[in-house]
């Protein structure tokens, strides 16, 4: 017996443009539930793929799409952060978010040479500054995810709960003690243009290897955290005290003498990339604190540096 194929199946989808229309709003969002560009991107494709495995008959009855596609993204979401716990329980050193460049398309990872897709974008505020994307690790999946769509998203907490498995009531508590955290964690900032002339200043001193002028620029209580991921040589625990840490950078710069240090754009903010031949084998995010540098993040898991690799 020959089996029939479903009616209109060898037609165009008519709603395919529309579909991946919402792929950069999928990867903003699982990038900020997630902290990791490569997770967001497989969380989407897992998406479009439970999107594309029901029966398109079954498709056509949805009436929105894109709000389909996010409750799938965000369910996705909330499972990779469930087993997320266990993996960075075993994860060499510290865990660090992705950091991002300030690039409109990203320009590693691609194979075949194969352009950059636009889509891919992930779109650079506030919501995903590291000081911003760490604490929101300190989370738990439902908080985080409650608070993401809901604060940064604007998703209304009755859309929200059906999402996360609570009432709406639940989500609101849980998106009020996010906000809380949020709130202690980031001290007031100054603006960016001082931002970017006290990173500019901490390189100057850096590369000339003056310790009395890191200090300076260090609060004495500054925290400086490195990734290696067990890929890369760094500290495995974080360092405390000014002084402390700008011993340690001054000691990075003496046994990497043929490393250069270039200003870019970390996660919409100042920051410095490290530099090999060409290749990004570090990139650092700061926190402030006042006119002092609060928090050091330095990733140099090359795996994180995707996107800030050449090929």
């Known amino acids: 017996m020959s089996s029939q194929s479903e009616p209109g199946a060898d037609r165009p989808d008519p709603g395919l443009s529309a579909i991946m229309s919402e792929r950069r709003q999928l990867i903003n969002l699982a990038y900020r539930l997630l902290g990791s560009l490569a997770d967001a991107e497989d969380v989407v494709q897992e998406t479009y793929a439970r999107w594309y495995a029901m029966p398109r008959r079954q498709r056509e009855s949805i009436e929105s799409p894109g709000a389909w596609l996010t409750t799938v993204a965000s369910r996705v ?17 510290e865990w660090i978010p992705e950091p991002l460049p300030d690039r409109g398309e990203w320009i590693g990872g691609r194979p075949g040479g194969a352009a950059p897709d636009p889509a891919d974008r992930v779109t ?106 067990g890929l890369a040589a760094t500290f495995l625990h974080p360092i405390e005290g000014g002084e402390l840490i ?35 084998v570090s990139v650092m995010a700061f926190q402030f604190a006042g006119d002092r540098i609060a928090h050091i993040w330095s990733v140099r898991n090359p795996e994180k540096l995707r996107p800030w690799t050449v090929e």
């Open 77 to 93: 979401c909330l499972n990779v952060l469930g087993s997320a716990r266990a993996r960075r329980e075993r994860y060499v050193g």
């Open 124 to 229: 650079l505020d506030e919501s995903v500054n590291m000081a911003f994307l760490v604490v929101l690790e300190s989370m738990t999946p439902a908080e985080r995810v409650a608070f993401v769509l809901h604060d940064v998203f604007r998703y209304p907490f009755a859309e929200v709960a059906e999402i996360v498995g609570r009432t709406p009531a639940a989500c609101r508590q849980l998106a009020s003690s996010a906000r809380r955290r949020i709130r202690a964690a980031q001290p007031p900032a100054p603006p960016t243009s001082r931002q970017a002339g006290i990173v500019r200043s901490f390189k100057t001193a850096w590369e000339a290897r003056d310790i009395d002028a890191l200090i300076g620029l260090l609060d004495p209580d500054a925290t400086a955290t490195a990734d290696g991921g």
């Open 246 to 280: 700008a011993r340690t950078y001054v000691q990075i710069a003496e046994v990497a003498p043929d490393v250069t240090i270039l200003e870019r754009t970390v996660n919409g903010q100042p920051g410095l990339v490290a530099q090999r031949d060409g290749v990004t």
